[in-house]
Structure formats: C-alpha cells, structure tokens
C-alpha cells in the first residue's frame, strides 16, 4: 500500500484555512503533506500565494505527520538562506521534514529582476545550489563562486541528521540527470507510459532504491459536473507544456494564456470524477509504477468535503483494491 499524502496548495487557498486544513487531512487518515511554495498564483481565481516556510512551522508544530515542501533555489532563494530555513525545520521536527530541488519557474523568480535563464542554465545553477545546500547541512563552511555566489556561509543550528535532498522533475532527461545527485524523486502526473519512463530514467542512472513520489491533480465532487466547473475555474491556468509553463512571468500572462481553454482540456492533467472507486484504483497503478508515496492535490479551494469522501471512502480500501 503506498503512503497516501495530501497536497497544501498555498496559490488557491488562504494559510489560516490551509492550516485547519491539514489538520483536517491528518485526522481523515492522510499519512503525509506535501506544500507547494510560489511566489504568485498562476491564475486570479486562484488567488493566493502565502509563505511555504512560514507556514510550515506552525502546520508541522500542529500535526504529527512527514512534510515536504519545493524549493527553488538559485534567484529568489539563496542558496545559504534555502539551507537555513530547512535546517531549522528539520532541527524542530527531526526525521519528518524533506525538501525537493527544482530549477524553478519564471513566474515566482522574475521578481528579483534577474534575467530569467535557459533550462541548461537553471540545471547547472540548481545542481551548484544543491551540492551548496548539503555541504551546509552537513556541517561545513562554504565559499563558492560559479552561477551562485557564497562567501564562507556556515549554519550554526543544524539537525542531527541532515534531511533528504530530492529532485523535482517532469521529464525522463530531467529525471534521470537528477539521480546522480538527489536523493530521491517528486514527480507530477502524466500519462503512465511517461511516467513509467521518468521512474526508469531515474533509477537506471543512479536512483534505484531512492524514494520515488508523485503529485497528481484531482477534482471530486458528488455530480461529475461540478467536478468539471470547479477543475475548469480553478486549473485551466495550469494545462501549458514545458517551457511555456515555466516562461511565462505573471498571472496575467497564464490568465490570457487560458483565455480559450475549454472545460474539458482540463481533463489533459486533472482526474475530474465523481466516481471514488476510479480515484482509488488510479492510486493503486501509481503505485504499481513503483512510487511509495503519493500527493493528492483537489484542485478546488473548499478542501472539506473532498477530505472527508477520501477519509471514508478511499484511505480505508486501498489495501482491499490492491488485494
């Protein structure tokens, strides 16, 4: 039976409620949280963005659950301050604290007023930035100089055990570039022939035996129409390829980008039913693909309900599905 998480998604919902929220996951039977960390919505109905770190101590110092969170450092993280702020949440929270590395998005890192990078670039400065980040964690003074610059950075508040450093990735390139240096795989959903080549990409050159997640999308509700109405409104921003998805540098840029996009694309990258049994069974092929842990992400901003039917209905008979 994989380990079945729920997604805290900071761009669509306020962190007051995001934090009963997660509460809320950890008592319907959620065994993990992943949290997105942005700088700015992708589209206005969304309509937030709060601070992933910041929240992240008080949701983790009020649940008893593992938490993982994106970062991308390298613009809008320094590389020295990304490794302070995990180090003090893995102090406070030992062993249930993970981060995973990505090379970002022009939406959240235009704000510096940096130029924004190719992706050969944004990899390069991201492996720079990882190999910064652990050294930090494992203790060491670091002076660097290359696409990132650290002058004789130490950390004076460490965990006892440094937490795991894993790689996002879309991409079997991306994926299997990854595992010469991360110590685990977050993915998203994507058709399971792609994802089946992402997990071999990764654990042929390097990842076998490493954690492997995915995040997938969903929207559920009792009449699959609604469930539509609320995946069209809330992630039509959200269909676009790489690398339109990470080039575009504002809401309003994704907002006109989504201008024609019809109820039913949204179905490209969204499970939208009404049917439980169905959701059910897609976790169990998940996890047929070898992914140990996965992070469901209700692409609505009421997040109750959905809490509850998965609560009841799904958590409970996993382990049936798969027998």
């Known amino acids: 039976m994989p380990v079945v998480g729920w997604h805290a998604s900071h761009e669509q919902i306020p962190p007051s409620r995001l934090l009963a929220d997660v509460r809320h996951a950890e008592q319907a039977g959620f065994q993990a949280v992943w949290s997105s960390d942005h700088f700015a919505p992708w589209g206005r109905r969304q309509g937030e963005s709060g601070f992933s770190f910041a929240w992240l101590g008080a949701a983790m110092a009020t649940t008893t659950l ?45 704000v510096t007023g940096d130029p924004w990078p190719d992706k050969n670039t944004r990899n390069a400065r991201l492996r720079e930035c990882a190999d910064v980040i652990r050294a930090l964690l494992d203790g060491d003074e670091v002076t660097h100089r290359g696409l990132v610059t650290v002058d004789r950075a130490r950390l004076w508040t460490l965990p006892e055990t440094p937490p ?10 991306t994926a299997g570039w990854a595992a010469e ?7 998203v959903g994507q058709p399971a022939a792609t994802l089946r080549d992402v997990v071999d990409a990764f654990t042929g050159n390097g990842g076998a035996g490493k954690p492997l997640a995915v995040q997938i999308h969903v929207s559920w509700a009792p009449d699959e129409d609604e469930a539509l109405r609320i995946a069209h409104e809330q992630w039509g921003t959200n269909l676009f390829s790489p690398p339109l998805c990470w080039d ?11 201008k024609h996009v019809r109820p039913d694309d949204v179905r490209q990258s969204v499970l939208v039913t009404a049917d439980l049994g169905r959701l059910a069974a897609h976790l169990n092929d998940l996890a047929d693909l070898g992914f140990g842990t996965i992070y469901v992400h209700h692409v609505g901003q009421e997040q109750t309900r959905f809490i509850d039917a998965l609560g009841e209905h799904v958590l409970p008979a996993l382990t049936a599905v798969r027998a």
């Open 248 to 258: 575009l540098a504002t809401t309003e840029e994704f907002d006109e980008a989504s």
């Open 181 to 187: 240096w991360a110590d685990g795989l977050v993915t």
């Open 164 to 173: 795991p450093l894993y790689a996002t990735a879309v991409t079997p390139r």
């Open 66 to 110: 593992p938490f993982g969170v994106v970062c991308a450092p390298g613009q809008r993280y320094h590389p020295a301050v990304a490794a302070q702020a995990i180090a003090t949440l893995a102090e406070m929270f030992p062993g249930r604290f993970a981060v995973a590395l990505g090379s970002g998005e022009n939406l959240n890192e235009h």
